[in-house]
């Protein structure tokens, strides 16, 4: 299960020691967090960790069967020949996902692009749908680790809350640098917090668990804060509703009503079956476990009524 063992590495640039001393133990499925101010020396924390760079002292372990998978190299290989489905898929119909086929067309659609954008050229995409195609590039990787830095630069609300997503349902491990305290609160398991002089401090969860978690006697220097996502407006300068849904809750209304159909045509159907005379003559165990069918089903719709009741209410 090992990704990453650092021991008491230091590593100095130009005679000043922007790690010093530094130790932890990264498993695969963590989600890792790297903060600290511009200049810190986040990179070179991620390169050492890769084993980009050697540290002047101290030593790195990795694990078995790393596959890495980068943001920032997705996003300069981006060719502007080749259409949006071409750049993701090559020229298949299919990519796997998870270990799954799906359709590139269905595939991409996921990532908010319609069908006539994907057959199109990647030179007519804005620079916030840019980024949507090199978010679905990296989820088609043969990764077991993704390393993200600053990822979230740029990115509009909705690429933003879709990442968001992307990322809490990956399975393997993470590796992200970002300045946007909301994201990673709703991601990471841990952050390595650069808390000046060199030293890193290992906390459980995001930001917010950071400054709980740290001494209330220590002040961080100025600049160490990650800016805040922009409050009530987007990055195209757009009001954000107050009530406005996830990425994920917008897909889940739109699948409800496909979810509450199937429920009332299993309910039908049980019902009809019990309403039957002759049904009552089989054994009591398949009375009893239609019956419990039924149940189970009446109770799922009901919770999905309410939940599309919510949302909707949410949306409006």
Do not use: M
């Not at 054994?283 to 009893?288: G, K, L, T, Y």
Request: aromatic fraction near 6%; glycine fraction near 8%; include cysteine.
């Amino acid at each position: 299960r090992l990704v990453v063992e650092a021991t008491g590495v230091t590593r100095t640039l130009e005679e000043r020691t922007i790690i010093r001393d530094f130790s932890t133990t990264i498993l695969r499925g963590d989600k890792i967090g790297l903060i600290g101010p511009n200049g810190c020396g986040k990179t070179t924390l991620l390169r050492l960790l890769l084993g980009e760079l050697t540290p002047d002292t101290g030593h790195i372990r990795h694990g078995t069967r790393l596959q890495i998978a980068y943001y920032d190299q997705l996003r300069q290989r981006l060719d502007d020949n080749r259409t949006v489905a071409e750049n993701v898929a090559g020229g298949s119909e299919t990519v796997t996902v998870n270990g799954h086929s799906r359709h590139i067309y269905s595939y991409l659609q996921d990532f908010l692009f319609t069908p006539a954008q994907a057959r199109g050229p990647i030179s007519a995409l804005s620079g916030g749908e840019r980024n949507r195609l090199v978010l679905a590039r990296l989820f088609t990787q043969p990764a077991n680790l993704l390393v993200l830095d600053e990822p979230t630069n740029d990115l509009d609300l909705e690429t933003l809350e879709l990442l968001e997503s992307l990322l809490v349902d990956y399975q393997g491990t993470v590796l992200l640098v970002s300045h946007d305290r909301e994201f990673l609160d709703n991601v990471v398991s841990a952050s390595l917090v650069f808390e000046g002089d060199g030293r890193i401090g290992e906390y459980v969860g995001g930001y917010s668990d950071y400054e709980r978690q740290r001494r209330p006697s220590r002040t961080p220097r100025p600049g160490t804060e990650p800016r805040p996502r922009r409050g009530p407006e987007d990055s195209r300068g757009n009001a954000r509703p107050k009530n406005r849904l996830s990425y994920r809750e917008q897909r889940e209304l739109q699948d409800l009503p496909g979810t509450i159909e199937a429920l009332e045509q299993e309910q039908t159907r049980l019902t009809d079956r019990l309403a039957d005379p002759q049904f009552y003559r089989q054994p009591a165990d398949v009375i009893s476990e239609a019956t419990a069918n039924l149940a189970e089903v009446e109770g799922k719709l009901e919770a999905a009524f309410e939940r599309w009741t919510e949302l909707e209410g949410k949306s409006s």
